[in-house]
């Protein structure tokens, strides 16, 4: 069988990809983070996007999820991540489950994952890729992220991937261990 003919049944090579992304565009870019690199090294961002995106998934660019929401571009997902410092110990909060990705970048480098989506479709989705792809030690939630888990709490850290309020809310306040690290985006 020709070479270009197996590539076509075989698809694209997602690990190749993977492996690209992470020393072509995130070392590259400054992430330090063996933890971090080795987890977005990992995940397989194909899986969390459209399939007709699949091609598109370790370019550094944020892609349509439906919903009228976007996968964080992967120098984001990785930044966000290694600065909170993770450690396996770790219990993190993420706000804004989108696709999954995050969440599952996450559990590759702490103890525990526990997400909230506020559009239940998306929540309900990321959920289900997530056990498929074995993230036994991510626990998801539908409903306002800005409420925090309170059951859950209190967490070393808190990641907020969804849109930032003006302020931080109270509630994620008061959820953080004392010394614990929130990573929010902030600006425009």
Not at 53 to 61: F, M, S, V
Not at 81 to 93: A, F, G, S, Y
Not at 160 to 175: M, S
């Amino acid at each position: 069988m020709p070479a270009e003919f197996q590539a076509v049944v075989q698809g694209p090579n997602h690990e190749a990809r993977r492996r690209e992304m992470v020393e072509g565009q995130l070392r590259e870019r400054g992430i330090r983070s063996e933890v971090v690199l080795s987890a977005m090294g990992k995940v397989p961002r194909h899986r969390f996007v459209p399939s007709d995106l699949g091609g598109l998934a370790y370019r550094d660019d944020p892609l349509p999820i439906g919903q009228g929401q976007t996968i964080s571009q992967p120098y984001i997902v990785a930044l966000m991540t290694e600065l909170i410092e993770p450690r396996k110990q770790m219990r993190v909060l993420e706000i804004g489950t989108g696709s999954g990705y995050q969440a599952a970048v996450l559990a590759e480098c702490v103890g525990e994952v526990d997400t909230i989506e506020v559009v239940p479709e998306l929540g309900r989705a990321a959920a289900s890729l997530l056990r498929e792809l074995g993230y036994r030690s991510v626990h998801t939630r539908i409903g306002d992220g800005y409420e925090g888990w309170p059951e859950r709490a209190p967490f070393d850290a808190i990641v907020l991937t969804a849109a930032p309020p003006k302020r931080i809310p109270g509630p994620l306040l008061d959820q953080l261990k004392v010394g614990g690290r929130l990573v929010a985006p902030v600006g425009r």
